[in-house]
């Protein structure tokens, strides 16, 4: 139906077709475009549409057979002899001469350099299986889903205005927190052990099981809170590039000091209510432990058997193929590349690369941490215009371990929570929790949606 009443170049081509050389000198013509495009549709459907979005290759070919194409079109349009005046106006025949209607298989082949035909089928979307090279597990895209309806529970991050400084906040500058410590009159940055610390410095020694089906080990580690502010209702999006900047030189100095004496160190924040953050206080946590766990041992071993195979860091090679076809492109800039992921399980989930190979943050140049504020500010900016609403989420930095400097690159994942609108959250449940992830809107769709939105933030405070 789109197809037929829309003007692209299969329509002009069949009517001014027809007007030259009459109905039954264009029935090839005609029968060309119905096969060579329902058989386009076939091959999208068996998976030519993915190569089409994730190979340069393809792409570079099919722009130069666009490009050639219009050309050749051109030039048969201009090398049509111009009618003298007193000439039968209707077809000349010296055109008529030279012009013959396309043939079938012409018509057929054109449709592999039809751009109108391509952006059809390709937001024809059927469901297929991702691969993620960084863990190296799978998730399920239904693009087609989209329409079920939605009659479970609504959620919404609060909108309530909150004020600078909130007396009854544990994080406020000179409250009491709960574990009874009081926090200094702060005016930048600040930084405590966590009251309630996951990993503890000290600990007796203890025998711990240790058999095949009962199997622990003990653990020591540190963790931090770092209020970003003392501002209670100052979020990263509403500062300042030098207040961002002035954050992530804390992710840098707590990594290298913490990182001399425990194997990794965990940067991250959990932003709303809805991630399980218990204060809305701007504020992240920063976790290490004399252990490697689990998720980034996973991306430890996969980058690692990537870069033994091409001898260049999995993470670069990704930055550089996804910046040069741009389609799940959120923000760029001269040092770091927002995406959403080809193999994204969140639905607007983000992977923020440097475009150099980074090991971890403390080794980024100035000018790359002017450009990561930058950066962080307008993505942060567009999830909060997305909803209106301050967005939730969870973010976390992954940096090399010790001694995979060479191959694991530095990037920060950001997982929030909402599927459709700021009302409907997505639940990790049934499918997922019992067999593989599952995503609704494509990766792709969900980058035309954050690029569409404007980089300044709706309430026009920041
Ligand atoms: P969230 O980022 O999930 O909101 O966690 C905040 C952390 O702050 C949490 O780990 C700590 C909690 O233990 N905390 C304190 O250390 N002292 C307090 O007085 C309140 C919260
Ligand atoms: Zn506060």
């Given at each position: 139906m789109v197809m037929l009443y829309t003007p692209g170049p299969n329509n002009s081509m069949l009517a001014v077709s027809g007007a030259n050389f009459g109905l039954q000198r264009t029935i090839p013509h005609l029968l060309g475009v119905s096969l060579g495009f329902g058989f386009m549709v076939f091959l999208v459907g068996l998976g030519a549409g993915q190569i089409m979005q994730t190979s340069p290759i393809v792409q570079r070919i099919m722009r130069l057979g666009g490009i050639l194409f219009i050309l050749w079109f051109a030039w048969k349009i201009a090398s049509v002899p111009a009618n003298k005046p007193g000439e039968d106006v209707n077809i000349s025949s010296k055109a008529e001469k030279r012009n013959k209607p396309l043939t079938f298989i012409q018509a057929t082949l054109f449709q592999w350099i039809n751009g109108k035909a391509w952006m059809i089928t390709a937001s024809m979307e059927y469901p297929h299986r991702r691969y993620n090279p960084l863990t190296g597990e799978w998730v399920l895209v239904s693009p087609h889903r989209t329409k079920r309806p939605w009659q479970g529970k609504l959620e919404k991050p609060s909108a309530e205005k909150k004020p600078?400084?909130?007396?009854?906040?544990?994080?406020?500058?000179?409250n009491l927190r709960a574990g009874g410590k009081q926090n200094p009159p702060y005016a930048g940055i600040y930084i405590f052990e966590n009251d309630f610390a996951a990993l503890l410095k000290d600990l007796p020694e203890e025998d711990t099981p240790r058999s095949e089906l009962f199997n622990a080990l003990p653990v020591k580690g540190e963790c931090r809170v770092i209020c970003f502010s003392p501002k209670h209702n100052l979020t990263l999006p509403l500062m300042s590039l030098s207040e961002i900047g002035g954050v992530i030189t804390a992710w840098q100095q707590q990594t290298a000091e913490l990182s001399s004496r425990y194997k990794y160190v965990q940067v991250f924040e959990n932003k709303g209510e809805m991630m399980g953050c218990s204060n809305p206080h701007p504020h992240g946590q920063i976790w290490a432990g004399d252990f490697i766990p689990t998720l980034v041992a996973q991306e430890d071993k996969m980058q690692r058997e990537y870069f033994t195979r091409h001898s260049r860091p999995l993470l670069k090679d990704y930055a550089e193929q996804e910046s040069a076809h741009g389609?799940?492109?959120?923000a760029e800039n001269e040092s770091w590349l927002a995406v959403v992921p080809y193999w994204a399980v969140w639905p607007y989930e983000l992977l923020l690369l440097p475009k150099r190979h980074v090991p971890a943050l403390p080794s980024l140049t100035p000018v790359e941490s002017t450009h990561l504020a930058e950066v962080l500010k307008n993505i942060l900016t567009r999830y909060d215009n997305l909803i209106q609403l301050s967005y939730p989420y969870s973010m976390g930095w992954h940096q090399a371990l010790s001694g995979a400097e060479a191959y694991s690159g530095l990037h920060v994942h950001f997982y929030p929570p909402l599927l459709r609108s700021a009302e409907v959250k997505k639940f990790m449940v049934g499918y997922e929790m019992l067999a593989e992830s599952q995503r609704d809107i494509s990766p792709e769709t969900a980058a035309d949606t954050l690029r569409a939105l404007s980089s300044v933030h709706y309430t026009g405070i920041a």
């Amino acid at each position: 139906m789109v197809m037929l009443y829309t003007p692209g170049p299969n329509n002009s081509m069949l009517a001014v077709s027809g007007a030259n050389f009459g109905l039954q000198r264009t029935i090839p013509h005609l029968l060309g475009v119905s096969l060579g495009f329902g058989f386009m549709v076939f091959l999208v459907g068996l998976g030519a549409g993915q190569i089409m979005q994730t190979s340069p290759i393809v792409q570079r070919i099919m722009r130069l057979g666009g490009i050639l194409f219009i050309l050749w079109f051109a030039w048969k349009i201009a090398s049509v002899p111009a009618n003298k005046p007193g000439e039968d106006v209707n077809i000349s025949s010296k055109a008529e001469k030279r012009n013959k209607p396309l043939t079938f298989i012409q018509a057929t082949l054109f449709q592999w350099i039809n751009g109108k035909a391509w952006m059809i089928t390709a937001s024809m979307e059927y469901p297929h299986r991702r691969y993620n090279p960084l863990t190296g597990e799978w998730v399920l895209v239904s693009p087609h889903r989209t329409k079920r309806p939605w009659q479970g529970k609504l959620e919404k991050p609060s909108a309530e205005k909150k004020p600078e400084f909130d007396a009854g906040c544990y994080l406020c500058p000179g409250n009491l927190r709960a574990g009874g410590k009081q926090n200094p009159p702060y005016a930048g940055i600040y930084i405590f052990e966590n009251d309630f610390a996951a990993l503890l410095k000290d600990l007796p020694e203890e025998d711990t099981p240790r058999s095949e089906l009962f199997n622990a080990l003990p653990v020591k580690g540190e963790c931090r809170v770092i209020c970003f502010s003392p501002k209670h209702n100052l979020t990263l999006p509403l500062m300042s590039l030098s207040e961002i900047g002035g954050v992530i030189t804390a992710w840098q100095q707590q990594t290298a000091e913490l990182s001399s004496r425990y194997k990794y160190v965990q940067v991250f924040e959990n932003k709303g209510e809805m991630m399980g953050c218990s204060n809305p206080h701007p504020h992240g946590q920063i976790w290490a432990g004399d252990f490697i766990p689990t998720l980034v041992a996973q991306e430890d071993k996969m980058q690692r058997e990537y870069f033994t195979r091409h001898s260049r860091p999995l993470l670069k090679d990704y930055a550089e193929q996804e910046s040069a076809h741009g389609i799940r492109t959120v923000a760029e800039n001269e040092s770091w590349l927002a995406v959403v992921p080809y193999w994204a399980v969140w639905p607007y989930e983000l992977l923020l690369l440097p475009k150099r190979h980074v090991p971890a943050l403390p080794s980024l140049t100035p000018v790359e941490s002017t450009h990561l504020a930058e950066v962080l500010k307008n993505i942060l900016t567009r999830y909060d215009n997305l909803i209106q609403l301050s967005y939730p989420y969870s973010m976390g930095w992954h940096q090399a371990l010790s001694g995979a400097e060479a191959y694991s690159g530095l990037h920060v994942h950001f997982y929030p929570p909402l599927l459709r609108s700021a009302e409907v959250k997505k639940f990790m449940v049934g499918y997922e929790m019992l067999a593989e992830s599952q995503r609704d809107i494509s990766p792709e769709t969900a980058a035309d949606t954050l690029r569409a939105l404007s980089s300044v933030h709706y309430t026009g405070i920041a």
